[in-house]
């Protein structure tokens, strides 16, 4: 894992800092930069509530459909990512059968992120909630306290590890993400162009000292992240 990370930090910074700077802040590049990164966040925050949600629901709740509404949460492990742009784009194109046109726009590109990075707060979130000791629960309950105290009060502080786990996850693979996005997103310079595509095109422009630059950005971006979240998931450990 070091070796390949080592070597993208290292192409980058034979440019220089004048020229790493340069390259990292051209519009196009910085406007990626920022599409990339708000998207992965706005991401990161749907999942974290949503996946929660589901989770919940496939541990309490009893339904029909269950087993398979489980299955298919694991399909975007499964299903490889150009795949996935290919089923958003016949989904959200320009003849979407659903009559909602997300191709090429900003919310075709979170959308598409979504459908990808949704299975980590739901997989980490729903192994905790079955080994949750109902007892407290009932403790509560018979104290008094309301559903939503119980929730609050007990379920929630167990949850918040697993939940910024699954978030730091999801938020990283949004940050990556290159298949899904590279059909429903138009590819469109300042309006829908991803970091990853833009790394992409600075490769194909035969500028791999460049691509490397913006690598080494989502890079760094991403371990902050990674970092900030496991400082909130530790506090959580010791506090719960």
């Known amino acids: 894992m070091v070796i390949p990370l080592a070597a993208v930090v290292a192409k980058a910074s034979g440019l220089g800092w004048t020229q790493f700077w340069a390259a990292v802040t051209a519009p196009e590049a910085r406007a990626a930069l920022k599409l990339t990164v708000v998207a992965s966040l706005i991401v990161a925050a749907v999942n974290a509530v949503m996946g929660t949600l589901i989770a919940w629901v496939l541990v309490r709740d009893r339904f029909h459909g269950k087993r398979l509404l489980d299955t298919l949460i694991d399909l975007p492990f499964a299903l490889p990512t150009i795949v996935a742009g290919l089923v958003l784009l016949a989904l959200y194109g320009p003849q979407s059968p659903l009559h909602l046109t997300l191709a090429y726009t900003r919310a075709g590109v979170v959308a598409s992120l979504l459908f990808v990075t949704l299975p980590f707060v739901v997989r980490t979130v729903e192994p905790v909630l079955l ?36 978030t730091a996850l999801s938020f990283a693979r ?9 059909l429903i997103s138009g590819n469109l310079p300042f309006h829908t162009e ?21 690598s080494t950005v989502l890079l760094v971006i991403a371990l902050l992240v990674m970092l900030l979240l496991g400082f909130v998931q530790r506090r959580a450990v010791r506090r719960g």
């Open 174 to 182: 949004a940050l990556s993400e290159y298949g899904s996005t590279v």
């Open 194 to 214: 991803v970091a990853t595509v833009q790394i992409y095109n600075q490769i194909q422009s035969d500028n791999a000292a460049g691509a490397a630059a913006v």
């Open 131 to 166: 080994e949750l000791d109902d007892d407290m629960e009932e403790a509560a309950a018979s104290l008094g306290a309301g559903r939503l105290t119980t929730f609050r009060r007990i379920v929630l502080p167990n949850l918040v590890p697993a939940i910024v786990a699954g």
